[in-house]
């Protein structure tokens, strides 16, 4: 029977209890009498498998936790059950709760599907299955999460989630499987077979007195903390009052510009700005003189400025943050006022309400724009770029161009020397540090200059991207990646972290091509690197001549904030031996990165 509520076998329920005394001894026991009364049992739960993405397929829902449990193992070769800790575990209840909540995420965000040329592709099966396992080992085996970012898993992801609710029949399935003897706290195979009526068998004997007493013992401790989440689970998502505010995420990002020190950054990035300037300058005749611009985010006015003086007889300058007032002042200040008009608002909203100074039958010439974040993507400026470019510029041969008209996002691998710090600081050993210091560098993404000396690996394209032609959906992608060891660097490097950079090109035919680099080899930009850390907690894998790291490379927005960016990295380390005139790869050692780059 499915129940919301978990009763220890050892506590009677008041019904059962014929103390009257007990029962009026205090109004706060009346009180929790009243608050169980929201959480009763019932027969008509419906249970989703945890790799079922949808709610609305009753094909794919259950009346039972057993049967949903068997549907992922027989489907997706997904076992729950293998990741949950041992029954008997003090904090069951709040392990189960978060594994739950993080499998159901990740089965719903973009790390569950496979981007192709042309389109995203939902996986399924015993690769969605694969995918989940590699994932929640890479999250859970280590119990190191911070408590923040554990806490967010208490929420659940899916509305009046059945799992959630029947604990203690999860409880049930995982004292089963504890007693045969094949797992232990999360580790091991779990054998199962489904039964007639439904129910999942875990093969074994049963439980001896001593571990049922265990069982109870260990009940009568969880009850407290139990009734707690599961009051947690049951808050009314409408009620305001117990709900924080949701931020407005375009809002945050907007703002976040209105203040001055960004502005003094970039412009102080001589690489970002001289890029810009001469691409504009130098090619003033073959694409700005007499033409329509617009500068989408244009921040104090820096392109668009160059752009009239490049001698664009129309300069349309767009900014959404407050910054638009300083703007105006600077382009009446240099005299263009004449060709520069700065327009405040979300493009998106100015475009719909036909807000744009262009005439009946305009259309803009140059697009430019310094879209770029760290990672290249971060703040996710360039879907609003290409909304721009579809709605707006002249798509006729050679009258309409995106500037920059291209771009690349690359990956290298390199040493991180903090751990190392520790083994001696000062003359003192503070190895103790090193812990915290790893599990830090697990769980954040950092941004920072990579010094050219620490990469040991090639720098390798993942993917580049035509300016003028992509779309919003080959944003997210799926790569394969194959990483050597670089020239000179003896017969083996530490790979400590991965490092992003990209790429910006204004290279169209008939003009004069600037490009400028963000990888370490090149001078330093504001952007700096992006770098995610492979394996600190439990060693950094080292990367011998002759072998290669490959795997699959993942980036896409974020479900909850689109503006941040999910990554997700397969990798293995090995050797491509010939045999028989095939090439066989040998698989020496191998992991999962998986991280976000947030505000």
């Known amino acids: 029977m499915a129940r919301k509520k978990s009763i220890p076998e050892s506590c009677p329920s008041d019904e059962e209890s ?10 706060s026991d009346n009180d929790d009498d009243d608050n169980d009364e929201d ?5 008509d739960l419906t249970f989703y498998p945890i790799c079922c993405r949808t709610t609305t397929d009753r094909l794919t829902s259950y009346s039972t936790l057993a049967e949903a449990v068997a549907y992922d193992l027989r489907q997706n070769t997904f076992d729950l059950l293998r990741h949950l800790p041992s029954a008997t575990n003090e904090q069951f209840f709040e392990k189960a709760i978060v594994c ?9 965000s973009s790390a569950a599907t496979t981007t192709t040329t042309t389109a995203a592709v939902v ?8 995918r989940l396992t590699e994932y929640l080992d890479a999250a859970l085996g280590d119990n190191t999460s911070e408590e923040e970012e554990e806490e967010k898993y208490f929420r659940p992801f899916l509305t009046d989630d059945a799992f959630l609710l029947c604990m203690d029949d999860l409880q049930d399935l995982c004292e089963q499987r504890d007693n045969t ?16 009526n439904g129910d999942v068998v875990v093969a074994g004997g049963g439980a001896t007195n001593e571990k049922l007493q265990m069982r109870i013992t260990a009940l009568e401790e969880q009850l407290t903390r139990a009734k707690a989440c599961i009051t947690v689970l049951a808050v009314d998502e409408t009620d305001a009052t117990k709900q924080p505010a949701v931020r407005d995420n375009d809002t945050y990002y907007f703002n976040s510009y209105s203040h001055s020190s960004i502005h003094e950054v970039m412009l102080q990035d001589r690489v970002r700005t001289n890029a810009y300037r001469d691409a504009i300058l130098s090619n003033a005749t073959a694409l700005f003189k007499d033409k329509i611009v617009i500068d989408l985010g244009c921040g104090t006015g820096i392109l668009s400025l160059f752009a009239a003086k490049a001698g664009a007889k129309k300069v349309i300058a767009i900014d959404a943050s407050d910054i638009h007032t300083e703007a105006t002042e600077i382009v009446h200040l240099n005299g263009y006022s004449d060709v520069i008009t700065v327009v405040h608002g979300k493009v998106e909203d100015l475009i719909a309400q036909h807000k744009l100074p262009l005439g009946k039958d305009e259309k803009a010439n140059v697009i430019i724009s310094e879209w770029m974040g760290y990672a290249l993507f971060f703040e996710t400026m360039l879907p609003s770029v290409l909304t721009l470019r579809d709605a707006c510029m002249d798509q006729r041969d050679g009258m309409g161009t995106m500037f920059p008209n291209g771009c690349s996002i690359l990956l290298e691998g390199a040493t991180d020397l903090r751990l190392d710090f520790w083994d001696d600081v000062y003359g003192m050993d503070m190895n103790p540090m090193k812990t915290r210091v790893a599990k830090e560098m697990k769980n954040d993404m950092n941004v920072e200059i990579v010094q050219s000396d620490t990469v040991v690996t090639d720098r390798i394209l993942l993917k580049d991207w035509n300016l003028n032609k992509c779309s919003d959906k080959e944003l997210d992608f799926e790569v394969p990646f194959e990483l050597k060891i670089q020239e000179g660097k003896g017969d083996s490097v530490r790979l ?11 290279d169209l035919p008939n003009t004069t091509p600037v490009y400028f680099s963000t990888g370490c080899q090149s001078e330093p ?6 770098t995610m850390c492979i394996d600190p907690l439990n060693g950094s894998p080292v990367l011998k001549a002759g072998e290669v790291m490959k795997g699959t490379f993942q980036m896409g927005k974020n479900n909850s904030n689109h503006r941040d960016m999910d990554f997700l990295i397969l990798w293995e380390i090995g050797s491509f031996l010939m045999k028989e005139d095939k090439s066989t790869f040998t698989r020496r050692c191998g992991g999962t990165i998986v991280n976000s780059l947030t505000a």
């Open 18 to 27: 014929d103390d009257d005394s007990n029962s009026n001894e205090n109004d």
């Open 39 to 43: 959480i009763q049992e019932d027969d």
């Open 100 to 108: 739950i909540n993080k499998s159901r995420t990740f089965v719903s």
């Open 123 to 130: 996986v399924e099966g015993d690769e969605l299955g694969k």
């Open 181 to 196: 003897g094949s797992s232990s706290g999360g580790g091991g195979e779990t054998t199962m077979t489904t039964a007639t």
């Open 496 to 506: 400590d972290k991965l490092v992003i950079s990209f790429d910006i090109a204004f």
């Open 525 to 530: 930009t504001h952007w700096k690197q992006t």
